[in-house]
């Protein structure tokens, strides 16, 4: 959910600062300029946002869409459990290749050429998917159908960004837009699940996954373009003069190899905030995709559900994200509002967005412990179907409120390097949970196996507490803070 801007928003690498001409036109004519897509009418701001939101659903959807079709593309091409479910695996780790595809298309083409260019690509390799002849090719063609299909989750947040101010609408924005990417996977293995059972073809999964995403790309035709140095760039070649200055081709690999993988991987070695979070986001994403496969093995054994019937039980997550939404709302307009007037004119520490995530901490260890000791012939399903109620509640509140607690800490020079480190370790625990889910299962006993992940949830949940209590300290230890880079005068 980040997005690359390589020349007002990150600390350029050494050897990669831009130079600007005198005459340059590098800013809007006045507040008012209609040009600037925060002066655009509701409506239109309206559209572009749903836009980004359409397109996280679509291709998050992509994940999940596939769980219901393991077994049959096992029986299709004679392979383990584990070979298929690398279809579902590879493609959450290309969903972290994003802003190695988006950033320099969105710098040097704009916002809308990312989803212009990238989502015909993505419905081209779903479909190569659909027409698999081996297992070879269809995990391949998933790899990249979802490595095409996120450059346009990496700059939904920079769409967000360019046309709400954050202090009105803009907040509202990127959290909805961020729930969008957890109610893909949420109802994906719903549809799967009836699509299996009705049509009994894993292509058909495919088919339906280009069904839902096909229309978004003819919604997006009318688009106008949302980036700030595009639309000036534009402008500048109308009037005649130098516009807002690009990097070269090579010096935009170099800022983007920094911006995406150097500064992102020292961040998670050198830096206890972005540790802290990356670690967290990562097992709540890992336990949500071993979800794909756990409860197949769970309701299926248990009570003989059919897919459909398994899709059906994910919609208690489903209604949990929604409450998460809610909640940060609430939390948002009451709790963080105070504290706005308390710090006002300045803006309250990072910490005080913690608030939803110290709530929804809870939720994680409840709803597994919940669900893992429920499922059990003499107990009714409703039982550990309502588990995933607060399992979505609090996966979405730990995601919301750390990633607003990341871009606070960091601010517009780091934020998209912390947000890519948080990204780059939580889809390797989304790939690699679901190969060893359904064995930790049939080893361990569902209580046991699932209590073994709440074990780790309750391990884990005293990280928005410690860093409530010590993140003033751990801010002011970093050079990448923007309390140190105030403190320094930068």
């Known amino acids: 959910m980040s997005t690359i801007a390589v020349n007002d928003v990150e600390k350029l690498p050494s050897g990669c600062r831009l130079t600007t001409h005198p005459d340059a036109l590098i800013d809007w004519d006045d507040s008012a300029d209609p040009a600037n897509p925060k ?47 690398l279809g579902l695996s590879l493609y959450a780790f290309g969903l972290a290749l994003g802003p190695v595809i988006g950033g320099p298309i969105s710098e040097t083409r704009g916002r809308k050429a990312v989803y212009l260019i990238t989502l015909p690509i993505f419905l081209l ?3 190569g998917a659909g027409v698999s002849k081996n297992i070879e090719s269809l995990i391949i063609l998933r790899f990249l159908s979802s490595t095409f299909g996120s450059p346009a989750l990496a700059v939904g947040a920079g769409t967000v960004a360019d046309i709400w101010d954050m202090e009105h609408g803009g907040g509202l924005a990127t959290v909805l837009i961020t729930s969008t990417f957890f109610l893909g996977p949420c109802l994906g293995p719903l549809i799967s699940g009836f699509t299996i059972e009705t049509r009994g073809d894993w292509r058909w999964l495919m088919w339906v996954l280009l069904l839902i995403t096909g229309p978004i790309g003819i919604l997006a035709l009318p688009s106008k373009e949302t980036s700030k140095n595009i639309i000036l ?65 769970v309701f299926g054994h248990v009570y003989g559900f059919s897919f459909g019937q398994v899709g059906l039980a994910f919609l208690a997550i489903f209604v949990g994200t929604f409450l998460a939404v809610i909640t940060f709302g609430i939390i948002d307009k009451t709790l963080y509002q105070k504290k706005r007037a308390l710090f006002a004119p300045a803006k309250p520490p990072p910490e005080e967005r913690l608030y939803v995530s110290m709530l929804g901490s809870f939720g994680i260890p409840v709803a597994l412990f919940w669900f893992g000791w429920t499922a059990r012939p003499d107990v009714h ?14 996966m979405v509140t730990l995601f919301l409120g750390g990633f607003t607690f990341l871009l606070d800490t960091y601010g517009a020079r780091y934020s998209a390097s912390a947000v890519a480190a948080n990204g780059l370790l939580r889809y390797a625990f989304g ?3 679901p190969l060893f889910t359904v064995q930790m299962y049939e080893k ?47």
Request: aromatic share 16%; net charge positive.
């Open 39 to 85: 002066n655009w009418s509701f409506g239109l701001r309206l559209y572009h946002t749903m836009l980004p939101a359409l397109y996280g659903f679509s291709v998050s959807l992509g994940t999940s869409i596939y769980s219901a079709g393991v077994s049959a593309v096992m029986e299709e091409f004679h392979v383990s459990s584990s070979v298929s479910l």
């Open 125 to 127: 390799f779903t479909a």
């Open 233 to 297: 760039a534009r402008r500048a070649r109308q009037r005649g003069v130098p516009g807002p200055p690009k990097p070269s081709p090579v010096m935009a690999l170099k800022i983007l190899f920094v911006i995406t993988l150097v500064r992102p991987l020292k961040m998670l070695i050198s830096e206890p905030i972005v540790i802290s979070w990356a670690i967290y986001h990562s097992f709540l994403f890992g336990v949500l995709f071993a979800l794909f496969e756990s409860y197949p093995y």
């Open 381 to 394: 399903f409703i039982v550990p179907v309502a588990a995933g109620i607060p399992f979505g509640w609090g």
């Open 431 to 433: 790939a690699g949970f």
């Open 444 to 490: 361990l006993g569902i209580a046991w196996a699932t209590s073994l992940l709440a074990f780790i949830g309750l391990a884990l949940l005293p990280i928005p507490f410690v860093l409530y209590k010590f993140g003033p300290f751990l801010r002011g230890r970093s050079s990448m803070t923007v309390l140190h880079l105030a403190n320094a005068g930068l």
